[in-house]
């Protein structure tokens, strides 16, 4: 059986146990999920409360705050607002905390430093 | 109704029929050089399922937008705002919150891992065949629902905008549309597909927005006053409220909370989704796709507010009830109603390319998933060569295709937006359990992936069908029965999280252990996108 995506890859003698223990790897990958498993509850949360509220409290979602425009509409609005804001900043924090560490793991992996035999497998880079 | 309200006199729409059906024609030639010229070097799988990875960012984003702005999203939001008022913005707000779990949790960590369906994210390190099956038979059933959804949207939409009515001109218009569809993506493949994909997502945004202009032109761009207008001409002040609706029994706010979440949890999980993400080089590609479409279908979801409470003031919902195609016409008598008959020829033409768009997406995610998963993996045991597989996905093209056809011509009528829902549904309950614990818990095994799949996807598709949406009420599929034991209209709320229990259940009570090999590679690749990533010169 195997896995056949992805044979011909340069990444096939790796041990990948090996990566995934390095100190460099642990640390991408608690920076990865200490940035979005909150943030997905985060916004998991705001929404359920704004259906729930939207749901249960309409006498609350109703109150006209200018003119026609009432509490409800204006909270939709930011439910549009907030899906904006964690794009850019999930963004910004994958270009400055995550892009730089997987890249440089990926290059020590693509130079053969966690072969299994510790001899280089495979066609040198192209 | 005021007298301020002009009229719009559906009888007229007869007349631009001929002008409707130029656009489009003019729209399908166009597109058809497009895609023949995109086809021209489609020689390997890579080239077939996934555009040679040649897509950029914003391109791949653009597409992403055009596969997920439906009719559904166009047509369906237009008019239950029109209709509904406030309820209907709940479909634009989940519609679009949906996405964060796609950047956030999926799109990159699944671009990483797989190469061209979700099957091979999900089998990677759990068992192969089992697992590639029932991911295979998932996406073969949301793809058929959402198909379902668009044909049956194709077949009210002509009864509007070409004056046909009679269920023969109909069924012929649904062939028509159909035959195209297979065309497109025989000829074209997923390249040609991702560019009908992009034209269209620029049409029919720019479309919306020039309406959306006008319509705040009209009420001087104070949205205050719009809303308004949709008050006065309604006569009902509970427009702007929530609960229009869904708020008149304790079940019906049940409902809308299975709604919200299926809406929220489904978007990551649709298989022609997903398969997007591979037509992009790089992980970080995918991750600009992903925030291109993000901007693009939420300024799109803030025009529908616009042009939903526009079709309100302006058009009138009992006009809207009475015209033909009912909620989904809407948008078109909007149209009609601000520039005649050009601006409705325009719409209506981006409508049906949205539809024809839409549905090429889905045909190809399907073939793949049949020709990769079930076919190449499966019945060929890894031997099939790359040409063969092609072949296969090219005749599951026609196949597909055919059942689509006539899968719409008998949904034809019947509630558009309770089809998608249903994918959505069916895609949260069916697939995203598996693809989070896959990517995100180490003790994950092929019992509890399997349990969650099929699981998920029986208890979605058995609670609909003993819903009220298909029997026992006057909207019923089937009107005349009444086997509609379970009483919400949409399963979210029970069948996925009932899936994530399942998931969990599986895996705590599977004596086997995964290969931690494996699992490490996945984690590895997942994250840095090592063997995905074109190689770095050094």
Redesign the interface.
Known sequence: ?G????ET???AA?D??E??STEQ?QE??TR??SF?FP??IA??LW??A???L???A?GF??IKV?????V??IL??L??VS??A??GW??SY?NRKL?PI??E???E???HEFDKHGNPVGGT?? | MTLMVPAVNVADLKDTTLLNMGIFALFVAITMVIVIRASRNNKTAADYYAAGRSFTGPQNGTAIAGDYLSAASFLGITGAIAING??G??YS??F??A???A???VAELLRNT???TMA?VLS?RL???PVRIAAAISTLAVCFFYLLAQMAGAGSLISLLLGISDWGGQALVIIVVGALMIMYVLIGGMKGTTWVQIIKAMLLIAGAAVMTFWVLAIYGF????L??GA?ETSGNPNL????LQ??KTETS?VD??SL?LAL?LGTAALPHVLMRFYTVPTA?EA?KS??WS??LI?IF??FTLVLGYGAAALVGADTIKAAPGGVNSAAPLLAFHLGGPLLLGFISAVAFATILAVVAGLTITAAASFAHDIYA?VIAK?KADAATEVKVARRTVVVIGLLAIAGGIFANGQNVAFLVALAFAVAASANLPTILYSL?WRRFTTQGALWSMYGGLSAAIILIALSPVVSGAKTSMIPGANFAIFPLSNPGIVSIPLAFFLGWLGTVLDKRKED???Q??M???S???????K????
């Open positions: 059986m896995h056949d995506a992805q890859d340069a990444a790796v990948f146990k990566v995934q790897f991408l990958r990865h999920r979005v943030l997905s916004f998991l929404y359920f704004y259906v729930l939207a749901d249960y309409v979602m109703s200018w003119g026609n425009i009432t409800g509409l939709g609005l439910q549009f899906t904006f964690i794009t999930y963004v994958s892009d997987a890249s793991i990926r290059q992996i693509e130079g880079a192209k | 406030y309820d913005f709940m707000i989940g679009l919150v996405w964060l779990v950047l956030l949790l797989g190469k061209f091979d990677f068992k192969q065949r104070n949205l205050s006053d809303l308004g008050v702007l409220n929530p609960g869904y708020g706010k809308f909370l919200g929220v970080k991750r992903v925030v993000i901007w939420g979801y803030l993996s890894g995100f931690a090999t494996k490490a590679e984690e590895v690749r994250l840095t996108g090592v063997g995905a990533e190689a770095t010169n050094h």
